[in-house]
C-alpha cells in the first residue's frame, strides 16, 4: 500500500522559511523518483525539485535554486523541501510525488511528466505575502 503524507505548509512573510515533510511508505526506494510539484492558481502544476534515490542526485527548477534544498532521511524515507527566502511568486499548493523507474537520474525525474508520477500526497498550501 503506497501513501504519500504531506505536512508544513502555511503562511509567512517574504523572506521567510518554511519546510515542508513528505513521508513515502509502499514505493520501493532503490530506483525511484521522490519530490515536489507545484500549483498555483491559474497555472499548471511545476516540478520544483526532484531527487533520485539511486544515486541522491537532485535538480531543481531555475526558479527556486540557491533557496529551496530537497533532502531525505532514508531510515523512514521521508524527504524535505526546505524553501528559504520566500517570494510571493512561490505561493502555491505543493504536492509531494513519487514513482518507480527503472533507471534514470535527478533530471529524468525533473521532467518527468506529473502525469507519469503514479503516487500522490494530499497537497498543502504555501502562501507567501
Known amino acids: 500500500h503506497v501513501q504519500l503524507v504531506e505536512s508544513g505548509g502555511g503562511s509567512v512573510e517574504a523572506g521567510g522559511s518554511l519546510r515542508l515533510s513528505c513521508v513515502v511508505s509502499g514505493v520501493p526506494y532503490g530506483s525511484a523518483c521522490m519530490g515536489w510539484f507545484r500549483q498555483a492558481p491559474g497555472k499548471e502544476r511545476e516540478p520544483v525539485a526532484f531527487f533520485y534515490t539511486r544515486d541522491s542526485s537532485t535538480e531543481y527548477a531555475d526558479s527556486v535554486k540557491g533557496r529551496f534544498t530537497i533532502s531525505r532521511i532514508n531510515q523512514n524515507n521521508t524527504i524535505f523541501l526546505q524553501m528559504d527566502s520566500l517570494a510571493p511568486e512561490d505561493t502555491a499548493m505543493y504536492y509531494c510525488?513519487?514513482?518507480?523507474?527503472?533507471?534514470?537520474?535527478?533530471?529524468?525525474?525533473?521532467?518527468?511528466?506529473?502525469?507519469?508520477?503514479?503516487?500522490w500526497g494530499q497537497g498543502t498550501q504555501v502562501t507567501v505575502s
Open positions: 510525488a513519487a514513482d518507480r523507474v527503472t533507471f534514470g537520474s535527478a533530471v529524468v525525474c525533473f521532467n518527468r511528466q506529473s502525469e507519469k508520477y503514479g503516487f
